[in-house]
Nanobody, 124 residues
Framework: QVQLVESGGELVQPGGSLRLSCAAS????????MGWFRQAPGKERLFVAGISASGGSTYYADSVKDRFTISRDNAKNTVYLQMNNLKPEDTAVYFCAARRVRMVVADGSRYDYWGQGTQVTVSS
């Protein structure tokens, strides 16, 4: 069993930056692909970014390319999402997720573990 705990969400002005963190329990973190998803009020949960188990491959939704960067530190069992040039439409609850294979995918149904989420609000 893997437990995921997100942190770093807060209120930020448009154009600002935030870094989200997701800390994972367990000794097998380095063998899991990780993803970040987000869900805005009244909308479905959507893929944001993903990273392979080794960190060698990353994948982004078109809406966040060139603004967001996903990374991981396997020694610290943590995955990060650096978010720059934030826009009001980035407002959502952000979730991290883990899947028990090394390859990253965008399909949330293929992830095995989920965190509780952290709220990001972009507003002036």
């Amino acid at each position: 069993q893997v437990q995921l705990v997100e942190s770093g969400g807060e209120l930020v002005q448009p154009g600002g930056s935030l870094r989200l963190s997701c800390a994972a329990s367990g000794r097998t973190f380095s063998s899991y692909a990780m993803g970040w998803f987000r869900q805005a009020p009244g909308k479905e949960r959507l893929f944001v970014a993903g990273i392979s188990a080794s960190g060698g491959s990353t994948y982004y939704a078109d809406s966040v390319k060139d603004r967001f960067t996903i990374s991981r530190d396997n020694a610290k069992n943590t995955v990060y999402l650096q978010m720059n040039n934030l826009k009001p439409e980035d407002t959502a609850v952000y979730f991290c997720a883990a899947r028990r294979v090394r390859m990253v995918v965008a399909d949330g149904s293929r992830y095995d573990y989920w965190g509780q989420g952290t709220q990001v609000t972009v507003s002036s």
